[in-house]
Every structure is written in C-alpha cells, then in structure tokens.
C-alpha cells in the first residue's frame, strides 16, 4: 500500500511544525525518517496515522484519503508511538487481545494472531507476565507486537528500538527488513547505522520541511560532490609530499591526516579521478604508496550538514 503526502502542514498556535512536506512511499518500501528533535517527524508521522489533523495538505494511503476516510486509513495501520502507552497492570496476553479486539479482528483468529505475535517479537519466555514487570525492552517488544496484531499494510514506527540491547536491536531490524517484504514501513531513529542498515531510502526533515529524500549511497554522493581519497605514502618527509601532491591537476585540496606519517585526505577535481596521477607520481619520485582507497562521507556527517543551524 503505497503512502502519498501532498504539501502537508501543521501548525501548533503560530508554530509551523511541519511546512509544506510532500514524498511518495511505495509498496514494500522500508523508508528511514530523520530529523533532530522538534524537527516535525513526529508530527508527520501522527498525521500520517490520523491521530493528528493536519492544518492543509493531503494524504493518501491508495485511493484511501486521510481528510474523508480516516477510518478506514487506521484499519490499515500499525502504529508504534515514541513513549509507546501500555496498560502496565494488564497480563501480555490480555493486553494483546484487547488491541485485536479494537482492531476488529475476527474472534476466531485472534488467538492465532496473539500466539504468532507472541513468537514473532520473542515474548514466549514473558509472555504470561503483567506488561509493568517486563524491562524496558520487552514492553517495546509488547509495543511491536500490538502494531502488528492486525496485520497491517503499513507500518508507523517512532523509535522502534529505543531501549532495546545490541542483540535485541539486530533481531528488531531483521524483523523489520522481513517485514518490509510486503508492508510499507516508515521508521524513525536517531541510531543512523541502524536506518542505514535498515532502510531502502532515507528521508531527513529540518525546521518542517524535507531536506534530503534518497538512498544512503545516493545521499553521500550528492553531499561528496567529488572523489575523496585516504591515501598512506612513505619515502620522503610530510612536506615534501605535500608539496608534490599539490602540484597535480586532477587535486582540488589535500590535508594531513593528524599523527598519521605519510597519511593524507586528498579531494579530487569535480568529474575526474586522481588516483593514476598519484600513483604515477609515486613512480616518478620512487616512492611507496601503501595505501590508497576512496573514502565516503558517513551518514552522520550528511545529517549534520543539512540540520546545522
């Protein structure tokens, strides 16, 4: 089911929390959301759900519109919110019942799906406690397992893995990318590695508005601009390297790596390599060119440079 947000706004008073958003998200698609807090995803994603009203805009699961068939968008949503609400009093079991119920699935089936949800998320161990005994992480766990007791087309997660251990985490992710096979996924996290390893596209929201919409690699790309290079060189002083490496055509700029002898970050001229330039001059000057391998610009640095101030 594939989602379609149209110059979407919402304002709280005279704050414009989310400015004119637009973005498509296909069937089977697993897209990461990212923004720094008060960045307005989790008002995109509220509104996205119907929990919130938008203030203008458009949204649209297929031919479902969230402004005339809100209901019948909710049916079709599992949604897990950031502070994830459980009814902490209420065993694991009964509290799943009582979502399938309100969900409206047959009573027929919700044993059955109480049971693979159960499984599917690793409460069996836990699975007879009350929600208020569990770790933080096996209620985040109760939390996937209520998004998904109706088996929805579209899944909402805010900070799916919040509190949740490494091991934890890598079973979530694999549940996630599974999950993703035929459900449209939207996700938020501030773990970048995580979306990165995740999510098939990235979408980075700053002061309401999207900054950024693509894969990771397509990301970097457009923020490297040109080929960056870690080059390592031994047989002469640091200077004297420098100082032949600037001479080349095919470099933009070039830096020491700091406590690194020999080790050096070279930028290449937009649209051009200079990798055979540099190792030609490591002939010439009977020099060792010990290392040299492209480097790319990590998600992280990507994510600062389009939601610093």
Not at 148 to 170: A, F, K, W, Y
């Amino acid at each position: 089911m594939a989602i379609t947000v149209e110059n979407l706004t919402k304002y709280y008073g005279v704050q414009k929390a989310v400015d004119n958003v637009s973005f498509t998200i296909n069937t089977g698609e697993v897209v990461g959301f990212l923004g720094p807090n008060g960045a307005g995803k989790s008002t995109t994603m509220r509104m996205i759900t119907c929990y919130l009203e938008p203030s203008s805009g458009e949204i649209r699961l297929d031919n479902f519109s969230a402004s005339q068939q809100p209901q019948e968008i909710k049916k079709r949503i599992g949604y897990l919110p950031e502070n994830n609400p459980l009814y902490l009093d209420m065993p694991i079991v009964d509290y799943l019942r009582f979502c399938a119920e309100l969900q409206g699935v047959p009573k027929a089936e919700i044993s059955g799906r109480i049971r693979k949800m159960i499984d599917v998320v690793g409460l069996k161990l836990e699975r007879y406690k009350k929600i208020g005994e569990l770790s933080k992480g096996y209620r985040q766990r109760v939390g996937l397992a209520q998004a998904l007791i109706h088996n929805p087309e579209v899944l909402i997660l805010d900070e799916p893995t919040t509190g949740l251990d490494p091991n934890q985490i890598i079973e979530i992710r694999q549940l996630i990318r599974e999950l993703g096979k035929d459900k449209t996924v939207i996700l938020s996290s501030h773990i970048l590695p995580e979306v990165e390893a995740t999510c098939d596209r990235i979408l980075i929201i700053n002061k309401g508005k999207i900054v950024a919409d693509g894969t990771a690699e397509q990301l970097r790309s457009q923020a490297q601009g040109s080929e960056l290079l870690t080059i390592r060189i031994e047989g002469d002083t640091n200077s004297e390297i420098l100082a032949a490496l600037q001479n080349l055509e095919t470099i933009e700029k070039i830096k020491e790596v700091p406590n690194e002898e020999g080790k050096f970050l070279v930028t290449s001229k937009k649209d051009t390599s200079s990798r055979k330039d540099i190792f030609k001059l490591c002939v010439e000057k009977n020099w060792y060119l010990l290392e040299m391998h492209g480097t790319e610009t990590s998600l992280e640095d990507i994510f600062r440079q389009l939601t610093k101030n």
